[in-house]
Each structure stands twice: as C-alpha cells, then as structure tokens.
C-alpha cells in the first residue's frame, strides 16, 4: 500500500496542483460527466493472483515470479457463488499469469458450468512452454471454449523481447502455433483469439484498426498464425510503467500527451463503468487499475463476500490522474479502443 500512495502523489504532483494541467475530475467536469457513474454489470474480472514466469517492464501489476500473492481456493469459491447469479456476461481471468495459481484449473472448470457468455483468460502465451505442467494448455483452453487473449507487443522480435525479455518472441510464436494447431484464431473458428498491443515506449498506440492489419499480414506472411483481433490498450502511469517515465524524464510529456489527447466520447465507454474488479485477497475495485493503486471502491459492498448489484450499480467511479490513459484518443480499456 505504500508503493500504491506513492504513485498516487506522483499522480497529484505539482503540474496538476500549480494548474498547468487541469485534474481529470475537473476535465470531465467541464463536459459536464462528473462524476462518473457504474452502469449495469456487464464484465466480472478477476486477478488471481500476481505470480508470473514474465518480468515485463510496461506491466502495470508489478507482476514477476518472486509475487506471493495468490487468490485462495476459499476466495475462489466466493467468486463461483457471485458467478452463479451475476448479472454480467463476461468472465475475465487475469494476473500475473493466471494459469501459475495452483487452483487456476479447478476454478475454470468450476466456473465454466456457469454457463458464462464470454470466459476469458488472460495468457501471456509463454507460460505454455515454461514448464512440462503447461504445455496441455491449449487443449484444456479449447475443452473449456476460453476466449484466450494474450499481449504480443509486435511483430517483430526486437521490439518484443526488449519489452518484455530475451527469447519472448520466439516462445510466443510457438505457442500461437499450439493455438493454431488446434483451431484458435482460425478466421471461421469459435474459439477466439485476440493479442493486445501496448506501446513500448512513452507514446500513445496508433489507430487500432490499422495496426491490427500489420499485424494480421506480419504474422500471416512470416509464421503462418491467425488471430481473430488486436487491442490496443494505452499504458497508464502506473506501477513499473511509471517508474519508467520518471526514470526516463518522460513523466510530465507523457501526462501532457494524454491530456491533450482527452477525448470526451471516450468517457462515455471507460471500462470502469460495466467492469468490475476482484483482488486477489477478493476486494472489489472499480477496476484493474484503481486495484494496483489501492483506491477503494464507493460502495457498502467492498468485498467478493459483500456482493450486490443493487449496492454496486449507480455508484460513483473513484477516479485519479491516471484515468487520462483510458480517455486519450480513441480510449482504451481490457478489451481495446472505446470511441
């Protein structure tokens, strides 16, 4: 939590307290979207946990293999009881890397009998060939109809493996071929897979739509793989990203560059206001982000045990800084561009 407060007096510093840069709430004010107000539950995501085999330096989490948070069995029978009577239609499992809780199996298989519209697990593809343990993923995934989506930072190896490590971009290209093989990702296939690009530097994604053909072309012409879509997700101010830009001298250019890229249209599908955020300890957030910031939901109900729609719907958002990154251009959220 100390690292979390840290972040959020970066977040506050003097070029938002001198008025340089107006504060996100005073920026939605003016367009007359304050405050920002939950909608019908419509995506139940949950962290299980921030183990991962990947050290990345873009990862907001903080995520690595030395995390010794994982959610309990006992926490994951919680989620199952609020899975079983939400509302929502989309489950969404994410990390670290998810599949590293030694309950990740038992509770997909639990959770896929709910009958979920749309149950995602968030991959960052090399887990499958980390261990011997992994390596069925893909058919367990395929058994289970997961909608998988995995972070591929480019095309090309340079650009990925600076990102996110040495030998990254060949063991994902592997590991799309698994996929592949056994029918994600194919153009007429039910079972989907989508990648989810993040800049690797100080910069803001380009247009999705554009970037999702190089993409297609790329690594259809050089590897052979098919994929269904490509999200491209902003990277927030946050965790290691953050250091990065103070370290990097970036930080005050980078929240420039999302303040004048605020895109009013774009408040109106924050992902906030129909998602739903679980802890890996089982606390509710407004979303991943406010999660990793330690800012607390506005709401009776604070933990997966205290669930109610009636309470979460309607309530305000907690919002800081940081939510520039989700309004900057054409928006960004877990599933992509907004507006």
Not at 40 to 60: A, D, P, S, T, W
Not at 105 to 128: P, Q
Not at 294 to 320: F, M, V
Request: hydrophobic letters at 35%.
């Amino acid at each position: 939590m100390a690292n979390s407060k840290r972040q959020l007096e970066i977040l506050s510093n003097s070029i938002f307290q001198n008025g340089e840069l107006p504060t996100f709430k005073s920026k939605i004010s003016e367009t007359g979207q304050f405050p920002l107000k939950a909608k019908k539950l419509e995506i139940l995501q949950i962290n299980v946990g921030y183990m991962c085999n990947q050290v990345c330096e873009h990862c907001h989490v903080d995520a690595g293999p030395d995390r010794k948070e994982i959610m309990t069995r006992d926490t994951m029978q919680q989620c199952l009881e609020v899975i079983k009577n939400t509302g929502a239609h989309t489950l969404d499992l994410t990390g670290g890397a998810p599949e590293m809780n030694p309950d990740f199996r038992w509770f997909v298989e639990e959770a896929a009998k709910a009958g979920i519209k749309d149950f995602i697990v968030r991959s960052n593809l090399t887990i499958m060939l980390a261990n011997k343990k992994y390596h069925d993923l893909p058919e367990f995934f395929k058994r289970h109809n997961i909608h998988v989506i995995s972070s591929m930072p480019h095309w090309t190896k340079g650009k990925t493996d600076k990102q996110r490590g040495n030998g990254v971009f060949d063991t994902s290209i592997e590991a799309l071929k698994m996929l592949n093989n056994i029918g994600y990702g194919k153009p007429e296939s039910i079972l989907r897979l989508d990648l989810v690009y993040n800049p690797s530097g100080a910069f803001l994604p380009a247009d999705q739509s554009a970037m999702e053909k190089d993409f297609k072309k790329a690594l259809l012409d050089d590897f052979g793989i098919h994929f269904h879509n490509l999200f491209a997700i902003t990277n927030l101010p946050i965790s290691r990203f953050l250091d990065y830009l103070i370290a990097s001298e970036n930080y005050e250019d980078y929240m420039y560059q999302l303040v004048d890229a605020f895109n009013p249209v774009a408040v109106q599908n924050v992902m906030c206001t129909n998602t739903l955020s679980v802890s890996w300890d089982g606390y509710l957030f407004d979303c991943d982000f406010n999660q990793m910031l330690g800012l607390p939901i506005n709401s009776k109900a604070k933990h997966i045990s205290e669930y109610n729609e009636t309470l979460l719907e309607g309530r305000t958002i907690a919002i800081s800084q940081h939510c520039y990154g989700c309004t900057a251009g054409a928006g960004s959220s877990c599933q992509g561009s907004v507006a």
